[in-house]
């Protein structure tokens, strides 16, 4: 197993992350004696929440154990969302990402309020977009569960957006990126990727929409053609209703609720969010800030765990090459 540091931005501060980030960093400190984690936050919050540990700086070493990295801010009064904390959850971020491109590792991110963000960054729509402006690459959005390996074809743009973009190539251009992301970083070198249709019944044959007609299916031939297994495109409906998935290397959805919908009733709180494509390891949860649940010791810590998990997972792949 690696060394190389799992960093955790902990997210919106009046949400949910420093939670679910404090309670999976000691759990797995406590299974995995010889790793080192760094939380990224607000140190007395993460402290008050049980990770009483050692704070450090940017420019220290690598060290086994869990150390807090303090952004130096406090968490905003009353209960979330707010604008204070989408700067301290930006500030969190870009302090995490800092220490990964430093120090080396992988970066682990809990949830933050895209809006409130986007007051202090602007164009900000979500960690993918961001983490590729900032570091290069192209990313690609994928959910790993037991069993399944979901991609997005198109992520966080308006649903009226999504026939304009299926039909100048999004389908082509992200089964490349998912055939390349599974073989380097998972070492899936020939997988079965099925592609879900646009419309309802996947079109009708024309009927009921030609996108699968004159776009998603010439891009699957496409893919075959430059040795891609790509399949489909298969009604969304009864793909995932007759367990079609468990056939699958992995699925292609078009848009983010048809695929997101769909994996959450199958596996909440063990899947992952992984950004293909990016030079850095990132993996994520697969939930939100849940404002609601802030502050009661609730909050669910598994997908953050399986996060953590993933991303060194991730690391020893990269590792082994």
């Given at each position: ?70 952004v130096q ?52 729509h979500g ?111 009864g793909f ?82």
């Amino acid at each position: 197993m690696s060394v190389a540091e799992l960093v955790v931005s902990c997210g919106d501060p009046q949400g949910i992350g420093p939670e679910v980030s404090a309670r999976a960093a000691l759990e797995r400190a406590r299974a995995h004696p010889g790793e080192c984690i760094v939380l990224t936050g607000i140190a007395p919050q993460l402290e008050a929440l049980g990770a009483v540990v050692a704070r450090m700086t940017l420019g220290d070493t690598p060290r086994s154990g869990v150390r807090i990295l303090d952004v130096q801010n406090s968490v905003p009064e009353g209960k979330g969302p707010s604008v204070a904390g989408g700067g301290v959850a930006l500030q969190t971020l870009e302090l995490a990402l800092q220490r990964v491109r430093n120090a080396g590792g992988a970066l682990i991110t809990a949830p933050l309020a895209k809006q409130n963000v986007a007051l202090h960054a602007s164009g900000f729509h979500g960690h993918t977009e961001w983490l590729a402006a900032a570091v290069g690459g192209e990313p690609l959005m994928l959910f790993s569960a037991p069993g399944l390996k979901l991609a997005l074809a198109t992520v966080h743009v308006p649903l009226a957006e999504v026939p304009r973009l299926v039909r100048a190539g999004a389908v082509l251009q992200a089964l490349r990126k998912l055939a390349r992301g599974l073989a380097t970083s998972y070492r899936i070198t020939t997988p079965s990727i099925m592609v879900l249709g646009l419309n309802p019944h996947a079109g009708e044959g024309g009927l009921l929409g030609r996108e699968e007609l004159e776009c998603i299916g010439p891009d699957i031939e496409q893919a075959r053609a430059e040795g891609i297994d790509a399949r489909g495109p298969f009604s969304a409906d009864g793909f995932f209703a007759t367990e079609r998935w468990r056939e699958a290397g992995a699925v292609l959805a078009l848009y983010h609720d048809q695929g997101l919908v769909a994996l959450k009733a199958i596996s909440f709180g063990s899947a992952v969010n992984v950004t293909l494509g990016l030079p850095i390891i990132r993996t994520s949860v697969d939930h939100g800030c849940a404002f609601d649940l802030a502050g009661r010791g609730v909050a669910d810590p598994r997908s953050m765990a399986a996060a953590l998990a993933e991303a060194r997972a991730l690391l020893d792949f990269r590792a082994a090459v």
